[in-house]
């Protein structure tokens, strides 16, 4: 009846307003609201004519949606609650003028008493709207229930004294708000799969004074729910004083996401706290010096980093791996005053890390590794104490940014005798116009790049450390500092003006060649880019042979020939360069003739220095050799002129040591002249023709081959020009010495029945403008992983197998007519950098072949199609392989870029497709992507689709989807009769159109939008 008051025998009433209120006869009431939308003051929007007064709680009735109006502040209230309901039903709460921070309108107090979210229930709230305690002197708690939201759109929250709960499943938004903590709070306590956003423009302030002192700033004592989330969408939010993180957060239940924003930090985290780390989009800094961040809970960690995370205050520093197997992950961005002490085994996915002083280890043989590129930046000046420095371990393009990375404009120097291996390395760059100092452990081994910015200043401090690169560019004014070491470039060479290599020769022995440059076939040496500190003694200087450049004091010294009964000519050179001059020779011993060419055991020996320019003037018909080899020390030699045959049988699967080889070399040895192989009888059958190169020394063979009959078995460094024609490839290894095989630009090479017999893998190099076609049975690499450089076109029309992973970088085009698994062993491919990859098919596992061979793209690769194609395991073959062991992997990373160019075919993924994080995939042509698999994780993926269709088998999350054109379509084996969810994504960019003969209804979930579909005839819905 109107007018009553119903007594509330719950409530203890602590408030003195509420005291005086009963001490009148008057006491404390439950008011529930009557009406669907109007003013709180109004009468008549409450059940009974009566709005609430001091100390009575206020009831919001399940069923139904309410507008509530604050037009001026109520009076402190026990309680609010919103009753249990539907998770449709939304109750609003909105101040008329929320930039009045004066007018703080929704007031709950009282010892213990609550703002209450029942279950699935949503609650908004818009302004100045909501204060939790007042004046310190009771505990007020927001409960957000079950399943339910709460959410607080601008305007400031005041929790004066009390905490938050956030319960199983529920969310608590901050969209661009205040969340204000003061006086004696207690927590934000979180529940299982409880969930609280920071979105952009939030911010939180405050102080607590609880287990931790935070002053004007948050505390998250209580992380007791397994999954719960804390996330940082955007804004600024600030911890100025004391500590921020302890150890009540418990890592493994719980995580704390960073989506995008800043959080500042200017006291330090303590205990392990691997996962307040800012995802892509985030930034963490923190301000204070002393210990940043520690892992004390042993091996096998993971440390989340997607976005920039700063620990730059002045001898502050960063302890990772205590135990062994930490992991950083994410492909984020770390600013870092120094790696101290805690390094044992590390393993870095991070596109940057900007340093401001050390790489220290906790021991001599800590290891640091970065994988798949990285970016060293300055920050400040930095150093290295050499005797406790770590060892790291970069692979794929590693790159100095000598800009300081905080004010973009100072230039730095990076002083690093830490120990690098560049082993793994395939490209080193060097940015800004600072200074470079490392220490390499061995030499820059098979380079895709090496490049350096114009006025910069690299210096390898390694004396063992020699460069052996495909393309190197020195720009303007910049100078490398390489010591006694050799540069060897196989493809491009360039030089800005007054671009210098600088050499420093403590001694020189008389008449030994010491090697400077080996560059492209036929490019002249950059001898005027040459300089030498200590300037030269006198009568030493810079000749040059081919594209060679050694130094040399003019001192003539002869071959000597190994043994002395060996059958062999030993080219003297004193008549001129002229093969066919038997002045030019020292005869065979025992032998009556002395010039090589033409007789079945005949050897040509190299040696010493004495004319390096070599003609063969033999008649073409007649110029042949048993073999043709340079000794120990021996000069760089050119051979030019007529063709040369080789004659000698080698058996096919004859490895023995005893087997002389056709063209074996110590030093730079290019042979200009075509090779072919000289037969009596052609009924001999397959065998090799053998080319080893020894030491730093390659062998250059550019005026092509003719093997149509032999296998081309190489050791160590072989480059090829010209046309080549063989029956197979067959690289082996010698002492440990890798073995590639370059195709010079220009070069083409064809394998007509390339079978089995690759058993010892090798590199590859497809320099820009040549291409190689493999055909045959399989094209197959065991045992070892190799990195290829593909800058021109290769093609395979046999099977692909291999045992180890084989990574295939460039800006060139690789098509494999099949891509099977291999019975000996699991191994996959990799593409990176721009090239792109088209297969006409991809058997993940074969019948007989239980082993997954799987694909995995980074970078900016596309996967493009000869035709219609599919990936996954052989049809009707049952594998004991788990799916998304044999799944498509798109590698994140924040330069991950992985297009689909379907060229107008349709690529089908029956086996999951796999995005890790801050990965962007792009679709683009009118062709297909068909994902079959149930199983596919896309995770926070980015999508965009430009053209075609994206053809989804189930319910897939997205981070954010973009329409640039295309549609989405459903694949036949999807069923929808009911409105059944088709995708979520955080963020929709563009038209979404949904093919096929399906309804469409959206609705905004926790996560973003979600489409749902369900069957319905004639209809194609467009959502704008």
């Known amino acids: 009846m109107k007018g009553t008051r119903v007594m509330n025998t719950v409530t203890k009433v602590a408030a003195a307003s509420v005291i005086a209120v009963c001490a009148q006869g008057l006491c404390a009431a439950e008011i529930t609201w009557g009406g669907s939308s109007g003013r709180w003051h109004a009468k008549s929007n409450w059940i009974g004519g009566e709005k609430p007064a001091a100390g009575d709680s206020v009831i919001f009735p399940a069923g139904g949606s309410y507008a ?58 818009y302004g100045n709207t909501v204060q939790l305690g007042a004046n310190g002197a009771n505990k007020t708690y927001l409960d957000v229930g079950p399943n339910a939201e709460f959410s607080m759109d601008a305007g400031r929250m005041y929790v004066r004294n009390g905490g938050i709960l956030v319960n199983t499943n529920a969310t608590l938004k901050i969209n661009g708000g205040t969340l204000d903590y003061n006086l004696d709070s207690d927590y934000l306590k979180l529940a299982k799969n409880a969930t609280v956003i920071f979105n952009g423009g939030s911010n939180i302030v405050g102080r607590i004074a609880n287990r931790i002192s935070v002053k004007d700033g948050l505390v998250i004592s209580e992380f007791d729910g397994e999954g719960s989330k804390i996330i940082f969408a955007g804004g600024y939010t600030e911890f100025p004083e004391q500590y921020a993180f302890d150890s009540y957060v418990d890592p493994a239940k719980t995580t704390i996401e960073f989506l995008g924003g800043t959080l500042n930090l200017k006291r330090r985290i303590i205990r392990s706290q691997r996962t307040l780390l800012p995802a892509k989009g985030g930034k963490l800094i923190n301000r204070y010096p002393g210990l940043v961040l520690t892992d004390e809970n042993g091996e096998n960690d993971v440390w989340e980093l997607g976005g920039e995370a700063f620990f730059t205050a002045e001898h502050s520093y960063l302890n990772l791996g205590w135990g062994q197997n ?23 996915d991070l596109h940057r890390i900007n340093i401001a002083s050390n790489f220290q280890s906790s021991s001599v043989n800590g290891r640091l590794y970065f994988q798949d590129g990285i970016t060293f930046g300055a920050y400040g000046a930095v150093g290295v104490d050499p005797k406790k420095s770590a060892r790291f371990v970069p692979s794929g393009k590693v790159t100095f940014d000598t800009v300081d990375a905080v004010d973009g404009t100072t230039l730095r120097s990076f002083d690093l005798p830490s120990r690098f291996d560049f082993s793994q390395a395939t490209a080193f760059e060097v940015e800004g116009a600072g200074t470079v100092h490392v220490n390499p452990e061995v030499a820059f081994k098979y380079l895709h790049n090496f490049c350096a910015d114009a006025g910069s200043t690299v210096a390898l401090t390694n004396a063992k450390a020699g460069i052996i690169t495909s393309v190197f560019d020195l720009g303007a004014g910049s100078t490398l500092l390489v010591g006694t070491n050799l540069v060897d470039v196989a493809s491009i060479a360039e030089f800005g003006e007054g671009a210098k290599i600088r050499y420093s020769f403590d001694s020189l022995q008389s008449g030994t060649m010491y090697p400077l440059w080996f560059g492209p076939q036929g490019s002249e040496p950059p001898v005027s880019h040459f300089e030498f500190l200590p300037a030269l003694p006198e009568g030493w200087t810079v000749a040059t042979s081919g594209s060679t450049a050694y130094l040399w004091d003019g001192t003539i010294v002869d071959a000597t020939v190994d043994g002395t009964t060996a059958s062999r000519a030993r080219w003297i050179g004193k008549n001129g360069g002229n093969w066919n ?12 003739y002395n010039i090589p060419g033409g007789q079945t055991d005949m050897m040509a020996v190299f040696g010493g220095n004495r004319q390096l320019a070599v003609t063969n003037d033999l008649p073409g018909n007649i110029s042949w050799l048993r073999n043709l080899y340079t000794m120990s020390g ?206 006409a098919g991809w058997k993940t596992v074969r019948a007989g072949a239980d082993n997954p061979m799987t694909m995995v793209a980074r970078g900016n690769a596309t996967i493009g199609a000869w035709g219609d194609w599919v990936y996954g395991a052989e049809e009707g073959f049952e594998s ?47 062709g297909a992507l068909v994902l079959k698999s149930d199983e596919n994780d896309l995770g926070d993926s980015e999508i965009e689709l430009h053209g075609g269709e994206l053809r989804l088998n189930g319910p897939e999350t997205f981070g954010k989807l973009t329409f640039a054109g295309g549609r989405i379509a459903i694949d036949d084996g999807f069923n929808a009769d009911i409105y059944t969810p088709l995708f979520t994504a955080r963020k929709i960019i563009g038209e979404v159109t949904v093919a096929g003969r399906y309804g469409v209804k959206t609705v905004t979930g926790e996560n973003g939008v979600t489409v749902s579909v369900r069957r319905k005839r004639g209809t194609a819905v467009i959502l704008r």
């Open 581 to 592: 001059d038997s002045d030019n020779w020292s005869p065979y011993v025992g032998k009556n």
């Open 880 to 926: 004991s392989t788990a799916a998304a062991d044999r799944a498509l992997k798109v590698v994140g990373g924040a330069k991950t870029y992985v297009s689909f160019d379907t060229e107008g075919n349709t690529i089908t993924l029956n086996d999951p497709l796999v995005v890790e994080k801050w990965s962007t995939v792009l679709k683009k042509g009118e």
């Open 326 to 348: 930490t992991r950083i992950q994410g492909g984020g961005e770390l600013n870092v005053w120094s790696l101290h002490q805690g390094i044992r085994e590390v393993y870095a």
């Open 634 to 839: 021996a000069g760089p030699y050119v051979i030019s002129g007529n063709a040369i045959s080789v004659m000698y049988q080698v058996t096919a699967g004859d490895s023995s040591s005893s087997v002389a080889n056709n063209v074996s070399c110590r030093f730079p040895f290019v042979i200009e002249v075509a090779m072919a192989k000289y037969r009596k009888d052609e009924s001999d059958g397959r065998s090799y023709f053998r080319v080893q190169a020894n030491g730093k020394a390659p062998v250059v063979l550019s005026g092509g081959g003719m093997f149509p009959q032999d296998v081309l078995n190489y050791r160590g460094d072989l480059r090829l020009g010209g046309n080549w024609l063989t029956l197979g490839l067959y690289p082996a290894s010698e002492g440990g010495r890798d073995t590639r095989l370059v195709l010079n630009p220009g070069a083409y090479l064809e394998t007509t029945e390339q079978g089995s017999n690759q058993t010892v893998t090798a590199s590859y190099q497809i320099s820009a403008g040549a291409g190689m076609t493999i055909n045959g049975s399989v094209w197959r690499w065991t045992t070892k992983e190799n990195t290829h450089f593909v800058d021109g076109v290769v093609t395979s029309t046999c099977p692909v197998q291999a045992t180890a992973r084989q990574t295939f970088i460039g800006d060139g085009v690789l098509s494999l007519a099949m891509v099977q698994s291999d019975s000996e062993g699991p191994g996959d491919l990799k593409f990176a950098e721009d090239i792109t990859v088209r297969p």
């Open 68 to 125: 509530v109006e604050i037009d001026t502040k109520t009076p402190e209230l026990s309680y609010v609650k919103v009753l249990p309901g539907l998770p449709e039903d939304v109750v609003t709460f909105t101040d008329e003028d929320p930039t009045d921070e004066t007018r703080r309108s929704v007031y709950v107090v009282g010892d213990g008493y609550r703002f209450i979210v029942g279950e699935n229930r949503k609650v908004r709230v």
